[in-house]
C-alpha cells in the first residue's frame, strides 16, 4: 500500500524540475523606462545599484533582483 508522502515527493520534484518561474518576472536584466516629471534616482533595495531617469522617456537596465521593487514604482514601466 503506497503512502501520500511519495505523490508529494513527486509533485516537489516535478515542480522543481519545471524551471517555473511563480512570480511571473524575468530571471535576468530588465529595461525600464520613466515617465514622470523631473528626475528620478532609484538605490536598488536588493543590490544596493543606484538607476538613474533624468527625464521623462528616459530607460535602464535593472538587475534582475531589483525588478519586482521597481515594477512597483508608478511613473515605471518594463519594456518587453
Given at each position: 500500500?503506497?503512502?501520500?508522502?511519495?505523490q508529494r515527493?513527486?509533485q516537489?520534484?516535478g515542480?522543481?524540475?519545471?524551471g517555473?518561474?511563480?512570480?511571473?518576472?524575468?530571471?535576468?536584466?530588465?529595461?525600464?523606462?520613466?515617465?514622470?516629471?523631473?528626475?528620478?534616482?532609484?538605490?536598488?533595495?536588493?543590490t544596493?545599484?543606484?538607476?538613474?531617469?533624468?527625464?521623462s522617456?528616459?530607460?535602464?537596465?535593472v538587475q534582475?533582483a531589483?525588478v519586482?521593487?521597481?515594477a512597483?514604482?508608478?511613473?515605471?514601466r518594463p519594456?518587453?
Amino acid at each position: 500500500m503506497s503512502c501520500c508522502g511519495s505523490q508529494r515527493a513527486a509533485q516537489r520534484q516535478g515542480a522543481a524540475s519545471s524551471g517555473g518561474n511563480p512570480a511571473g518576472y524575468r530571471t535576468g536584466p530588465v529595461e525600464f523606462e520613466y515617465n514622470g516629471g523631473g528626475t528620478l534616482r532609484i538605490v536598488g533595495p536588493m543590490t544596493g545599484a543606484v538607476y538613474q531617469f533624468p527625464g521623462s522617456g528616459t530607460r535602464a537596465v535593472v538587475q534582475a533582483a531589483d525588478v519586482p521593487s521597481m515594477a512597483m514604482v508608478p511613473s515605471l514601466r518594463p519594456i518587453r
